[in-house]
Protein backbone atom coordinates (compact mmCIF):
# COMPACT_ATOMS: atom_id res chain seq x y z
CA UNK A 1 0.00 0.00 0.00
CA UNK A 2 0.78 3.21 -0.37
CA UNK A 3 2.34 5.04 2.36
CA UNK A 4 0.07 7.75 3.85
CA UNK A 5 1.25 11.43 2.86
CA UNK A 6 2.57 13.33 5.80
CA UNK A 7 1.06 15.91 7.46
CA UNK A 8 2.20 18.48 9.76
CA UNK A 9 1.34 19.25 13.37
CA UNK A 10 -0.38 22.21 13.23
CA UNK A 11 -3.05 20.38 10.55
CA UNK A 12 -4.60 17.90 12.99
CA UNK A 13 -7.84 20.11 13.37
CA UNK A 14 -8.25 19.59 10.04
CA UNK A 15 -8.03 15.51 10.01
CA UNK A 16 -10.49 14.39 13.23
CA UNK A 17 -11.75 11.23 12.95
CA UNK A 18 -8.87 10.28 9.73
CA UNK A 19 -6.13 7.94 10.03
CA UNK A 20 -2.79 10.28 9.21
CA UNK A 21 1.15 10.56 9.44
CA UNK A 22 3.48 12.53 11.55
CA UNK A 23 7.04 12.40 11.03
CA UNK A 24 9.86 14.86 13.59
CA UNK A 25 11.12 14.14 16.50
CA UNK A 26 10.29 12.65 19.94
CA UNK A 27 10.69 15.84 22.04
CA UNK A 28 9.41 13.69 24.83
CA UNK A 29 7.85 10.76 26.29
CA UNK A 30 6.28 10.17 29.99
CA UNK A 31 4.53 7.09 31.23
CA UNK A 32 1.45 7.65 33.32
CA UNK A 33 -0.27 4.15 34.48
CA UNK A 34 -0.87 2.15 31.31
CA UNK A 35 -0.86 4.97 29.22
CA UNK A 36 1.86 6.39 27.27
CA UNK A 37 1.93 10.03 26.21
CA UNK A 38 4.75 10.95 23.16
CA UNK A 39 5.50 14.62 22.11
CA UNK A 40 6.33 15.01 18.81
CA UNK A 41 7.98 17.98 17.25
CA UNK A 42 8.31 19.02 13.71
CA UNK A 43 8.86 22.26 12.25
CA UNK A 44 5.22 23.41 13.23
CA UNK A 45 4.78 22.69 16.78
CA UNK A 46 4.34 20.11 18.65
CA UNK A 47 1.89 17.44 18.54
CA UNK A 48 0.75 14.57 21.40
CA UNK A 49 0.26 10.75 20.30
CA UNK A 50 -1.24 8.34 23.00
CA UNK A 51 -0.30 4.88 22.94
CA UNK A 52 -2.68 2.35 25.61
CA UNK A 53 -1.13 -0.77 24.09
CA UNK A 54 1.36 -2.16 26.77
CA UNK A 55 3.72 -2.96 23.92
CA UNK A 56 3.64 0.14 22.03
CA UNK A 57 4.41 2.03 25.53
CA UNK A 58 7.32 -0.27 26.68
CA UNK A 59 8.32 0.08 23.38
CA UNK A 60 8.65 4.08 23.26
CA UNK A 61 10.45 4.01 26.77
CA UNK A 62 13.50 2.89 25.13
CA UNK A 63 13.59 5.36 22.34
CA UNK A 64 15.72 8.23 23.08
CA UNK A 65 14.66 11.89 23.13
CA UNK A 66 15.32 13.60 20.00
CA UNK A 67 15.18 10.12 17.50
CA UNK A 68 13.41 10.80 14.49
CA UNK A 69 10.14 9.22 14.57
CA UNK A 70 7.11 8.21 11.84
CA UNK A 71 3.48 7.85 13.48
CA UNK A 72 0.38 6.85 11.77
CA UNK A 73 -2.51 6.82 13.81
CA UNK A 74 -5.93 8.46 14.39
CA UNK A 75 -6.55 12.54 14.91
CA UNK A 76 -8.77 12.60 18.46
CA UNK A 77 -10.10 16.19 19.44
CA UNK A 78 -8.70 16.49 23.04
CA UNK A 79 -8.54 20.14 25.15
CA UNK A 80 -5.96 18.75 27.41
CA UNK A 81 -3.67 18.03 24.73
CA UNK A 82 -1.67 20.93 22.59
CA UNK A 83 -3.25 22.45 20.11
CA UNK A 84 -6.28 20.65 21.42
CA UNK A 85 -5.95 17.93 19.54
CA UNK A 86 -4.05 14.56 19.47
CA UNK A 87 -3.45 11.19 17.97
CA UNK A 88 -5.09 7.71 19.04
CA UNK A 89 -3.71 3.78 18.32
CA UNK A 90 -0.44 4.84 17.38
CA UNK A 91 2.15 2.71 14.59
CA UNK A 92 5.32 4.13 15.11
CA UNK A 93 8.36 3.56 13.61
CA UNK A 94 11.91 5.09 14.43
CA UNK A 95 13.55 6.29 11.31
CA UNK A 96 17.18 7.53 12.65
CA UNK A 97 17.86 7.31 16.31
CA UNK A 98 19.57 9.22 18.78
CA UNK A 99 22.73 7.46 19.87
CA UNK A 100 22.92 8.80 22.81
CA UNK A 101 20.46 11.35 25.35
CA UNK A 102 20.41 14.53 24.75
CA UNK A 103 22.66 16.53 27.63
CA UNK A 104 19.49 18.89 28.04
CA UNK A 105 16.22 18.56 28.45
CA UNK A 106 14.57 20.55 25.08
CA UNK A 107 11.06 19.78 26.50
CA UNK A 108 11.35 22.14 29.26
CA UNK A 109 10.37 25.73 29.06
CA UNK A 110 14.18 26.71 28.87
CA UNK A 111 17.45 25.05 28.79
CA UNK A 112 19.10 24.20 31.84
CA UNK A 113 22.34 24.71 31.09
CA UNK A 114 25.08 27.27 31.35
CA UNK A 115 24.67 29.90 28.42
CA UNK A 116 28.56 28.34 26.87
CA UNK A 117 27.07 24.91 26.97
CA UNK A 118 24.13 25.99 25.43
CA UNK A 119 25.86 27.86 22.35
CA UNK A 120 28.63 24.80 22.78
CA UNK A 121 26.07 22.28 21.44
CA UNK A 122 23.92 24.92 19.03
CA UNK A 123 23.31 21.59 16.97
CA UNK A 124 20.95 20.26 19.73
CA UNK A 125 20.05 23.90 21.26
CA UNK A 126 19.04 25.01 18.55
CA UNK A 127 15.69 22.81 18.42
CA UNK A 128 14.90 23.81 21.53
CA UNK A 129 10.86 25.54 20.53
CA UNK A 130 11.96 28.76 21.95
CA UNK A 131 15.61 28.77 20.14
CA UNK A 132 14.02 28.31 17.36
CA UNK A 133 10.70 30.55 17.32
CA UNK A 134 13.78 33.15 17.60
CA UNK A 135 14.94 32.39 14.28
CA UNK A 136 11.75 32.15 12.80
CA UNK A 137 11.36 36.02 14.15
CA UNK A 138 14.88 36.69 12.32
CA UNK A 139 13.28 35.43 8.79
CA UNK A 140 10.25 36.93 9.03
CA UNK A 141 12.20 40.10 9.66
CA UNK A 142 14.28 39.15 6.76
CA UNK A 143 11.32 38.84 4.66
CA UNK A 144 9.22 41.94 6.06
CA UNK A 145 12.40 43.92 5.16
CA UNK A 146 12.93 42.94 1.40
CA UNK A 147 9.23 43.09 1.17
CA UNK A 148 8.75 46.92 2.11
CA UNK A 149 11.59 47.80 0.19
CA UNK A 150 11.09 45.92 -2.81
CA UNK A 151 7.75 47.65 -3.08
CA UNK A 152 9.33 51.15 -3.10
CA UNK A 153 11.87 50.06 -6.12
CA UNK A 154 14.95 48.83 -4.46
CA UNK A 155 16.58 46.18 -6.43
CA UNK A 156 18.51 43.47 -4.16
CA UNK A 157 22.37 42.97 -4.55
CA UNK A 158 25.16 40.73 -3.47
CA UNK A 159 28.57 42.21 -2.85
CA UNK A 160 32.13 40.97 -2.21
CA UNK A 161 32.81 39.96 1.94
CA UNK A 162 36.42 40.18 0.94
CA UNK A 163 37.86 43.49 -0.08
CA UNK A 164 41.24 45.54 -0.33
CA UNK A 165 40.90 48.46 2.11
CA UNK A 166 38.59 48.67 5.34
CA UNK A 167 35.26 50.32 4.39
CA UNK A 168 34.64 52.47 7.68
CA UNK A 169 38.49 52.95 8.28
CA UNK A 170 40.47 52.29 11.52
CA UNK A 171 41.95 49.33 12.51
CA UNK A 172 38.92 47.37 13.27
CA UNK A 173 39.11 45.17 10.64
CA UNK A 174 40.28 40.96 10.09
CA UNK A 175 42.98 41.37 7.86
CA UNK A 176 43.66 38.15 5.64
CA UNK A 177 46.37 37.12 2.94
CA UNK A 178 44.68 36.93 -0.34
CA UNK A 179 47.12 34.98 -2.93
CA UNK A 180 49.80 37.11 -0.97
CA UNK A 181 48.40 40.35 -0.91
CA UNK A 182 46.75 41.78 1.92
CA UNK A 183 42.77 42.11 2.36
CA UNK A 184 40.46 42.29 4.65
CA UNK A 185 36.49 40.90 6.02
CA UNK A 186 34.24 43.48 4.84
CA UNK A 187 33.11 45.82 7.87
CA UNK A 188 29.99 46.63 5.33
CA UNK A 189 28.95 46.45 1.77
CA UNK A 190 29.09 50.49 2.11
CA UNK A 191 31.29 50.87 -0.88
CA UNK A 192 29.51 48.91 -3.11
CA UNK A 193 26.05 49.69 -2.06
CA UNK A 194 27.14 53.26 -3.16
CA UNK A 195 28.62 52.64 -5.98
CA UNK A 196 25.30 50.91 -7.15
CA UNK A 197 23.21 53.81 -6.55
CA UNK A 198 24.79 55.06 -9.51
CA UNK A 199 23.73 51.84 -11.30
CA UNK A 200 19.71 50.90 -9.92
CA UNK A 201 19.20 54.41 -7.67
CA UNK A 202 17.97 52.21 -4.40
CA UNK A 203 19.22 49.11 -3.35
CA UNK A 204 19.74 47.23 -0.66
CA UNK A 205 21.54 43.57 0.52
CA UNK A 206 21.06 41.08 3.41
CA UNK A 207 24.97 39.68 4.33
CA UNK A 208 26.95 39.13 7.04
CA UNK A 209 29.45 41.75 7.95
CA UNK A 210 32.65 41.75 10.35
CA UNK A 211 33.85 43.63 12.90
CA UNK A 212 37.67 42.59 14.64
CA UNK A 213 36.52 44.56 18.04
CA UNK A 214 38.59 42.77 20.86
CA UNK A 215 35.79 42.64 23.75
CA UNK A 216 32.67 41.07 24.62
CA UNK A 217 29.83 42.47 25.49
CA UNK A 218 26.20 41.44 25.81
CA UNK A 219 25.58 44.03 22.76
CA UNK A 220 28.17 43.14 20.28
CA UNK A 221 29.13 40.28 17.84
CA UNK A 222 32.32 39.82 15.58
CA UNK A 223 29.95 38.71 12.97
CA UNK A 224 26.47 39.71 12.12
CA UNK A 225 23.72 39.88 9.45
CA UNK A 226 23.28 43.42 8.14
CA UNK A 227 20.35 44.66 6.22
CA UNK A 228 21.56 47.28 4.30
CA UNK A 229 19.78 49.98 1.75
CA UNK A 230 21.04 52.70 -0.09
CA UNK A 231 18.96 54.99 -2.29
CA UNK A 232 19.76 57.97 -4.36
CA UNK A 233 18.10 61.35 -5.35
CA UNK A 234 17.52 62.49 -1.93
CA UNK A 235 17.54 65.99 -0.35
CA UNK A 236 19.11 65.06 2.88
CA UNK A 237 19.04 62.38 5.77
CA UNK A 238 15.54 62.95 6.52
CA UNK A 239 14.61 60.90 3.48
CA UNK A 240 15.98 58.54 4.40
CA UNK A 241 14.63 58.24 7.37
CA UNK A 242 11.32 58.40 5.81
CA UNK A 243 12.00 54.96 4.10
CA UNK A 244 13.78 53.38 7.09
CA UNK A 245 10.39 54.31 8.96
CA UNK A 246 7.99 52.56 6.60
CA UNK A 247 10.69 49.46 6.51
CA UNK A 248 11.03 48.83 10.30
CA UNK A 249 6.60 48.90 9.98
CA UNK A 250 6.96 46.18 7.08
CA UNK A 251 9.48 44.47 9.49
CA UNK A 252 7.44 44.68 12.36
CA UNK A 253 3.96 43.72 10.46
CA UNK A 254 6.33 40.29 9.12
CA UNK A 255 6.84 39.15 12.98
CA UNK A 256 3.38 40.08 14.02
CA UNK A 257 1.99 37.27 11.47
CA UNK A 258 3.89 34.44 13.79
CA UNK A 259 2.12 34.64 16.50
CA UNK A 260 3.51 30.99 17.44
CA UNK A 261 6.63 31.79 17.36
CA UNK A 262 6.27 35.24 18.86
CA UNK A 263 4.28 33.16 21.95
CA UNK A 264 7.02 30.79 22.80
CA UNK A 265 9.84 33.63 22.60
CA UNK A 266 8.08 35.75 24.75
CA UNK A 267 8.01 38.40 22.26
CA UNK A 268 5.95 41.81 21.78
CA UNK A 269 5.94 43.31 18.45
CA UNK A 270 6.09 47.37 18.54
CA UNK A 271 3.87 49.69 17.17
CA UNK A 272 5.71 52.06 14.90
CA UNK A 273 4.30 55.46 15.14
CA UNK A 274 3.36 57.34 11.75
CA UNK A 275 6.37 59.70 12.44
CA UNK A 276 9.27 58.30 14.73
CA UNK A 277 10.14 61.25 17.72
CA UNK A 278 13.30 63.13 16.73
CA UNK A 279 15.62 64.34 18.51
CA UNK A 280 19.40 66.17 17.87
CA UNK A 281 22.96 64.23 18.80
CA UNK A 282 23.31 67.42 21.60
CA UNK A 283 19.86 68.35 22.49
CA UNK A 284 19.82 64.24 23.59
CA UNK A 285 23.18 64.71 25.49
CA UNK A 286 21.92 68.25 27.04
CA UNK A 287 18.55 65.76 28.38
CA UNK A 288 20.66 63.50 29.82
CA UNK A 289 23.01 65.31 31.65
CA UNK A 290 20.28 67.48 33.22
CA UNK A 291 18.44 64.61 34.13
CA UNK A 292 21.19 62.23 35.62
CA UNK A 293 24.16 65.04 36.67
CA UNK A 294 26.64 62.99 34.87
CA UNK A 295 28.47 64.89 32.60
CA UNK A 296 29.33 63.22 29.15
CA UNK A 297 28.95 66.09 27.23
CA UNK A 298 32.80 65.87 25.73
CA UNK A 299 31.44 62.25 24.60
CA UNK A 300 31.20 62.50 20.91
CA UNK A 301 29.09 59.04 20.85
CA UNK A 302 26.01 57.62 23.32
CA UNK A 303 26.85 55.25 25.85
CA UNK A 304 24.70 52.60 26.48
CA UNK A 305 23.49 53.89 29.61
CA UNK A 306 22.59 57.13 27.30
CA UNK A 307 20.67 55.16 25.08
CA UNK A 308 18.80 53.38 27.72
CA UNK A 309 17.46 56.26 29.61
CA UNK A 310 16.61 57.85 25.80
CA UNK A 311 14.53 54.82 25.37
CA UNK A 312 12.87 55.10 28.64
CA UNK A 313 12.23 59.14 27.88
CA UNK A 314 10.91 58.39 24.30
CA UNK A 315 8.86 56.18 25.94
CA UNK A 316 7.35 58.61 28.37
CA UNK A 317 7.35 61.99 26.95
CA UNK A 318 5.69 61.00 23.01
CA UNK A 319 4.61 57.04 23.97
CA UNK A 320 7.06 55.59 21.44
CA UNK A 321 9.49 52.67 21.40
CA UNK A 322 11.48 54.34 18.70
CA UNK A 323 13.79 57.14 18.63
CA UNK A 324 15.54 58.87 15.82
CA UNK A 325 18.94 60.48 17.18
CA UNK A 326 20.70 62.62 14.38
CA UNK A 327 23.33 65.40 13.88
CA UNK A 328 26.03 63.51 15.65
CA UNK A 329 29.67 64.36 15.36
CA UNK A 330 31.74 64.21 12.41
CA UNK A 331 34.55 62.95 14.18
CA UNK A 332 32.49 59.66 14.63
CA UNK A 333 31.38 59.36 12.03
CA UNK A 334 33.12 57.95 8.49
CA UNK A 335 34.78 59.85 6.18
CA UNK A 336 31.84 59.50 3.51
CA UNK A 337 29.53 60.84 5.56
CA UNK A 338 27.65 64.58 4.73
CA UNK A 339 28.11 67.11 7.03
CA UNK A 340 25.45 69.32 8.44
CA UNK A 341 25.53 72.06 6.06
CA UNK A 342 24.29 74.47 9.03
CA UNK A 343 26.51 72.81 11.65
CA UNK A 344 29.50 71.68 9.54
CA UNK A 345 31.42 69.49 12.95
CA UNK A 346 28.05 67.88 12.95
CA UNK A 347 26.52 65.31 10.87
CA UNK A 348 23.32 64.74 8.53
CA UNK A 349 23.77 61.06 10.02
CA UNK A 350 21.55 59.33 12.45
CA UNK A 351 20.64 56.46 14.98
CA UNK A 352 17.74 54.73 15.51
CA UNK A 353 17.29 53.24 19.17
CA UNK A 354 14.52 50.60 19.45
CA UNK A 355 13.66 50.25 23.41
CA UNK A 356 17.14 51.89 24.38
CA UNK A 357 19.61 50.35 22.34
CA UNK A 358 21.02 51.77 18.92
CA UNK A 359 19.75 48.89 16.22
CA UNK A 360 20.22 51.07 12.83
CA UNK A 361 23.37 53.51 12.04
CA UNK A 362 22.29 55.59 8.39
CA UNK A 363 22.88 59.21 7.24
CA UNK A 364 23.29 60.89 3.90
CA UNK A 365 26.46 60.17 2.34
CA UNK A 366 28.80 62.87 0.55
CA UNK A 367 28.10 62.56 -3.40
CA UNK A 368 30.70 64.72 -5.27
CA UNK A 369 34.46 63.65 -6.54
CA UNK A 370 36.41 66.52 -4.81
CA UNK A 371 34.40 65.97 -1.94
CA UNK A 372 35.67 62.87 -0.77
CA UNK A 373 39.37 63.95 -1.88
CA UNK A 374 39.31 66.23 0.92
CA UNK A 375 37.25 63.91 3.51
CA UNK A 376 40.27 61.93 2.90
CA UNK A 377 42.68 64.15 3.30
CA UNK A 378 41.30 65.71 6.61
CA UNK A 379 41.39 62.04 8.22
CA UNK A 380 45.41 61.67 7.17
CA UNK A 381 44.26 58.59 4.87
CA UNK A 382 45.32 58.11 0.91
CA UNK A 383 42.83 57.97 -2.03
CA UNK A 384 45.13 54.86 -3.70
CA UNK A 385 43.42 52.42 -1.49
CA UNK A 386 39.70 53.53 -2.08
CA UNK A 387 40.43 54.40 -6.23
CA UNK A 388 37.84 51.36 -7.23
CA UNK A 389 35.61 53.18 -4.58
CA UNK A 390 35.95 56.79 -5.63
CA UNK A 391 35.76 55.96 -9.63
CA UNK A 392 31.72 56.07 -9.36
CA UNK A 393 31.81 59.60 -7.82
CA UNK A 394 34.16 60.46 -10.79
CA UNK A 395 31.32 60.10 -13.27
CA UNK A 396 28.49 61.77 -11.63
CA UNK A 397 26.35 60.42 -8.38
CA UNK A 398 23.39 61.56 -7.10
CA UNK A 399 22.70 62.99 -3.64
CA UNK A 400 22.17 59.85 -1.46
CA UNK A 401 22.15 58.23 1.52
CA UNK A 402 21.22 54.64 3.55
CA UNK A 403 21.35 53.02 6.58
CA UNK A 404 22.04 49.12 8.25
CA UNK A 405 20.03 47.34 10.56
CA UNK A 406 21.52 44.80 12.76
CA UNK A 407 19.22 41.66 12.86
CA UNK A 408 20.75 40.45 16.14
CA UNK A 409 20.01 43.47 18.05
CA UNK A 410 16.66 43.71 16.84
CA UNK A 411 15.69 40.28 17.38
CA UNK A 412 16.90 40.46 20.66
CA UNK A 413 14.80 44.06 21.49
CA UNK A 414 11.89 41.86 20.09
CA UNK A 415 12.18 38.72 22.28
CA UNK A 416 14.17 40.79 25.40
CA UNK A 417 16.98 39.14 25.61
CA UNK A 418 19.80 39.53 27.78
CA UNK A 419 22.69 38.86 25.24
CA UNK A 420 23.15 39.33 21.77
CA UNK A 421 24.38 35.60 21.52
CA UNK A 422 20.63 34.06 22.51
CA UNK A 423 19.66 35.26 18.81
CA UNK A 424 22.67 34.31 16.62
CA UNK A 425 22.63 31.03 15.61
CA UNK A 426 26.18 30.65 15.40
CA UNK A 427 27.44 33.44 17.16
CA UNK A 428 30.87 34.56 16.51
CA UNK A 429 32.70 36.96 19.51
CA UNK A 430 36.23 37.36 20.75
CA UNK A 431 36.75 34.04 22.05
CA UNK A 432 34.23 31.66 19.96
CA UNK A 433 35.09 30.33 17.10
CA UNK A 434 33.05 27.18 17.25
CA UNK A 435 30.78 25.28 16.46
Not at 75 to 103: C, K, N, T, Y
Not at 186 to 215: C, D, I, L, N, W
Amino acid sequence: MKAKERIWTTQLAEHVGEQVRLMGWLHHYRQLGEIGFIILRDKEGLAQIVSTEDSMASESLHILHESVISVEGRVVAEAQAPGGFEVHDPRIEVISPSVEAPIFDLFRPQIKAHPSTILDHAALSLRHPKRRAMARLASASIAGFRSALSEQGFVEIQTPKIVASATEGGANVFKLDYFGRPAYLAQSPQFYKQTMVGVFERVFEVGPVFRAEPHSTPRHLNEYVSLDAEMGFIENHQDVMSVLTEVVRGMAGAVAREKAALALAGATVPQVPATIPVIHFTEAKLLYIEATGEDVSGEPDLSPSEETWLGGWVEREHGSEFLFVWGYPMVKRPFYTYPDPQRPDYSNGFDLLFRGLEIVTGGQRLHRYEDYLRSLEGRGLSPEPFEGYLEAFKYGMPPHGGFAIGLERWVARLVGAANIRETALFPRDYGRLTP
